[in-house]
């Protein structure tokens, strides 16, 4: 005969469900912020003390606390929650974002102020969690210059991604929020008669 109910064997704890929504937290924060480790590493070199380890758990806990909505096992990640850098350098006002093909621009304003610097450089940053991959623009543009405009890498071209931007000073170190650019969509997936996708920009 086969046993079916044995009232000897012990039952199996089920996990506690404050702990499965929190190690559910840990696993969407590291799959979206992974793709972006050396950025991040960089851009809060300021709360590490010199640890990339140390910056990069504060960044990670972070998302944790602030950008991850919704209860288990429905969370997920609210990307303009995410911080890529963190810093009281003061970004730049974005005025418009538009890809065509292959490229993605970002236009902002100059405003004084006292902690601004002409000189201050600007990067932009794609990155998709679901393929598990980011980019880093790799030409300097400035504060001075109003605009920044990045060559898409192929995985990108007509992928969905994630953008972000942030700015610091020349010898890095003193660096700004990073600002959520928005989510673009596959370009197959959006048509406009102008072949260009502008992002909505949240003041």
């Not at 288990?72 to 006002?93: C, F, H, K, N, W």
């Not at 093909?101 to 600007?122: C, K, Q, W, Y």
């Amino acid at each position: 005969m086969e046993f079916f109910f044995d009232a000897n064997i012990p039952k199996k704890e089920k996990e506690p469900y404050g702990k499965l929504a929190s190690q559910q937290r840990m696993r969407l924060a590291m799959a979206f912020l992974n793709p972006l480790r050396p950025v991040i590493n960089e851009g809060w070199s300021q709360y590490g003390n010199g640890k990339k380890s140390k910056a990069f758990g504060q960044a990670l806990k972070k998302v944790i606390q602030e950008a991850v909505a919704g209860t288990y096992p429905d969370q997920m990640i609210v990307p303009e929650r995410v911080m890529i850098s963190m810093g009281a350098l003061p970004p730049p006002a974005i005025a418009d974002v538009v890809r065509s093909p292959g490229i993605l621009e970002v236009f902002f304003t100059n405003e004084p102020h006292p902690m601004a610097r002409d000189s201050d450089e600007l990067v932009l940053i794609v990155i998709s969690p679901e393929l598990g991959i980011g980019a880093k623009s790799d030409q300097v543009w400035y504060r001075k210059d109003g605009r920044i405009e990045v060559e898409l890498p192929p995985q990108f071209e007509e992928g969905s991604f994630h953008a972000y931007t942030y700015c610091h000073n020349r010898k890095k170190t003193s660096y700004s929020k990073s600002y959520y650019l928005g989510y673009f969509e596959a370009l197959l997936d959006q048509k406009r008669g102008d072949g260009n996708i502008h992002a909505q920009i949240k003041h």
